[in-house]
């Protein structure tokens, strides 16, 4: 049987990487998921039993009970789950068990026609034979920018400074890490938002996507 195709998207925070993922799954009818929210419910929930985050045995325990049912809690958007998501990330117990649930989803994602995942390593170690990578990324400045402004519009009370220092502090956390770091396969195609409005990004990974899968 002919596998569906899969289209991985890695990069750092902010980087555009979510909005494209979501938009290229949209428009070919692919189902989309967003890795980062398992990372950030796990963080939440350990947060929720009153434990840290960096707390190796509390976040295992919360990443092997964890039901990928409630993503779409807004919590999981907030300025606190972020910084718990990538200390949890960072434990490999977590990442293993978490792991079985992102390669099922690719091979037999729920509408049947293929699927876009999000993340930090999908095209390294989820989903390393996906049909097409890229890597998605942007000035730390620029992240931050992004980044305050959709903060700031939920209500965070956190500056600007401040979102900086979160965001290059979760970047040395992901790139740095032994299991898994944040990098680019060396097979993904290199988008660099900086300098681009998100329709222009949409539309390079768009002609990025068609060439590699023909859609
Ligand atoms: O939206 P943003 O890029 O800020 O973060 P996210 O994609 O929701 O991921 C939150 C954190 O989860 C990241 O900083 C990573 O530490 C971790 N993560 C990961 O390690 N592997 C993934 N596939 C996805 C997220």
Avoid at 27 to 56: C, E, N, Q, S, W
Avoid at 178 to 190: I, M, T
């Amino acid at each position: 049987m002919k596998r569906l195709p899969v289209i991985a998207i890695d990069g750092p925070a902010a980087s555009g990487k979510g909005t494209i993922a979501r938009r290229i799954a949209a428009t070919l009818g692919f189902d989309h998921l967003d890795t980062g929210l398992l990372y950030r419910g796990v963080g939440m929930a350990v947060i929720a039993a009153g434990k840290d985050p960096a707390d190796a045995v509390a976040a295992t325990a919360a990443a092997q009970g964890f039901n990928p049912a409630s993503l779409d809690d807004p919590l999981l958007r907030s300025d606190v789950a972020g910084p718990a998501a990538s200390k949890v990330a960072a434990v490999p117990a977590v990442r293993e068990a978490l792991l079985a649930f992102q390669r099922r989803f690719a091979l037999a994602p729920p509408g049947g026609r293929g699927a876009v995942l999000d993340g930090r390593d999908i095209g390294t170690v989820i989903c390393p034979d996906a049909d097409v990578k890229l890597y998605v990324t942007a000035t730390p400045e620029i992240r931050a920018r992004r980044r305050y402004l959709e903060l700031a519009s939920q209500g965070s009370p956190l500056s600007e400074t401040d979102v900086l220092a979160d965001i290059e502090a979760r970047d040395r956390r992901d790139m740095s890490r032994p299991v898994a770091p944040l990098g680019q396969a060396p097979d993904a195609h290199l988008l660099d938002t900086s300098d681009l409005d998100i329709e222009t990004a949409v539309a390079r990974a768009f002609s990025i996507v068609r060439a590699a899968i023909g859609t």
